[in-house]
């Protein structure tokens, strides 16, 4: 289906339905025959191929996991022969071994679409120059983004990571108008395009940013500072990579391509599927990947769904701004804190920096959590009592969003390192036995 030219997915919710239960059917048929991991599954739930009739019946399969990923390592969950696949990225985790996907020709044309697609929204097309800051090798960001480019017809930059001041001289030579990277490396190319002071010959439009949680606050304020748009791109390596949502130029959550992925948000206690607007688990089911097609993988990601039309006509489902994942939620005195309830509270208020680290430490069995924040250098010379000031100030902050006392430790500008993947919030320094 060629509909990102237009950059309207038109279709109606009963078209979409009956497209994803025709593509659903195929898909289990397929891992049925092809994947012994899948067939013994539902061999020992009593399920047949059969029995799968369209999406209404989605919650009868079994899910996936990460660990299933690891325990068929490397190319178990692979539903062709090994001569079809043409490209493997991996992902290593922190613990254990790397999760391995394979994709065929037709995977990568198709994931090639997606972020095109994703491309399109952000108002890029044939015309533009983009370059891709996402790092290239295992990792999909780099060549996932890099086909896409170039399938939309514009001209792809890759720049991979390494150099910020070298991409800067770049886009200003090049005339560059589109960039992708992950949101905390846009946040420090635009640190460095002030201290190069070259604004003014900066000719960007649209950056496509993802790859890790963010806050709108903190979208909103890089388009502020470098008089951009600025753009949410989900994609997870499991299922494809970048490109498996995006959102409009309204920014009312993600438009998930749904002919391709079929979203189910869960709680992830009792497993039960949630209603719409209501914050659980994405749980997503590849609906016609060759390679290595998952069934009802638990991405582990916190988000909610809704299917009203948005605003800018595009009929496929929203997934709202991500909350986090599940295992990055703290659970500090026994409360929930995500990383992203933090940012929103240091967005809030004018004297902080989105360059922030959270620090939790055990002293006896009490948790502790630290906020260091960077603030500008000026607050450094004023007299130690308005930094005091200052520092209550922030923790009062954070403290109406997570209702934990927090200690706040203010920092001179550029001590907290500055990423150009994905960026390390959290230093959790208890043991956990
Ligand atoms: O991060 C793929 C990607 C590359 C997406 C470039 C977007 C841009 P993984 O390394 O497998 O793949 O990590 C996937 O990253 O399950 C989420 O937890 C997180 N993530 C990805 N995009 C977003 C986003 C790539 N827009 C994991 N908002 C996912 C929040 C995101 N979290």
Redesign the pocket.
């Known amino acids: 289906m060629e509909i990102w030219n237009e950059a309207k997915e038109c279709m109606s919710r009963d078209q979409m339905t009956q497209l994803q239960s025709a593509r659903l059917k195929k898909a289990v048929t397929n891992v049925y025959h092809n994947v012994k991991f899948y067939r013994q599954k539902m061999q020992e739930m009593g399920l047949e191929p059969g029995d799968i009739k369209g999406i209404e019946d989605i919650n009868k399969l079994p899910f996936t996991t990460k660990a299933d990923l690891r325990d068929n390592y490397p190319f178990g969950l692979f539903a062709v022969p090994k001569t079809e696949i043409v490209r493997i990225h991996a ?1 290593s985790g922190t613990t254990g071994k790397p999760t391995v996907v394979g994709y065929t020709r037709k995977d990568l044309d198709t994931w090639s679409e997606c972020v095109a697609r994703c491309l399109t929204m952000a108002g890029l097309g044939k015309d533009d120059i983009i370059q891709v800051a ?1 790092g290239y090798g295992l ?3 780099g060549l ?2 890099h086909y896409g480019v170039e399938n939309l017809g514009a001209t792809v930059v890759p720049m991979s990571t390494g150099n910020t001041k070298k991409l800067i001289n770049m886009m200003i030579d090049f005339e560059v108008t589109g960039l ?1 990277c ?1 949101p905390s490396y846009l946040m420090h190319i635009a640190e460095v395009i002030e201290e190069m002071g070259v604004k003014d010959q900066i000719k960007l439009k649209s950056t496509i ?6 806050t709108e606050a903190m979208r909103i304020q890089i388009e502020d500072r470098l008089n951009i748009k600025a753009f ?7 299922l494809m ?3 498996v949502a995006n959102d409009c130029e309204y920014h009312k959550g ?1 438009h998930i391509f749904e002919d391709y992925f079929l979203p189910e948000i869960i709680d992830p206690n009792s497993k039960e599927s949630l209603e719409d607007n209501v914050t659980g688990e994405l749980v997503l089911t590849n609906l016609n990947k060759e390679g290595m097609p998952l069934l009802r993988y638990r ?3 916190l988000t909610s769904i809704s299917h009203d039309v948005c605003d800018c006509g595009r009929t496929t489902a929203r997934l709202s ?2 909350k ?2 599940s295992d990055d939620m703290l659970i500090i005195r026994g409360v929930n804190v995500f990383p992203s309830q933090i940012e929103t509270a240091l967005l809030s208020l004018d004297e902080t920096t989105p360059n922030y680290q959270i620090i939790v430490d055990r002293v006896g069995s009490l948790d502790n959590l630290t906020v260091k924040v960077e603030v500008d250098e000026k607050f450094f010379s004023d007299e130690i009592r308005e930094l005091e000031k200052l520092e209550k100030k922030i923790a009062y902050a954070i403290q109406q969003m997570i209702g934990l006392a927090t200690k706040v430790k203010l920092v001179e500008p550029r001590s907290i390192e500055r990423s150009e993947g ?1 960026a390390k919030r959290v230093i959790d320094n208890r043991k956990f036995d």
């Open positions: 992902s996402y990792f999909t960001g996932g983004a992708m992950t940013n993802g790859a890790e949680p963010w949410d791109i989900y994609g997870l390596s499991e990579g970048p490109g993600m991405t582990r990601d701004r991500f986090g994942r994905k």
